[in-house]
């Protein structure tokens, strides 16, 4: 950020999926597992089994 005495930096927590400054991911309303489209987890935590034709 620019101010009068030069450019200065802040550490802000911002969630990285839509850089909203009022939550983390882990509350992101975008926020969806990829392999089974619920919330609340990651597709490497998720436990969701598929049928093996989908």
Known sequence: METAEGP????VKTCWLCM????????CPDFRCYKCEQRG???KDCN???CPDC
């Open 48 to 50: 969701v089994v598929k």
């Open 20 to 27: 909203s400054l009022d939550h983390l991911v882990k509350d």
């Open 41 to 43: 987890h990651f597709a």
């Open 8 to 11: 200065q930096y802040f550490r």
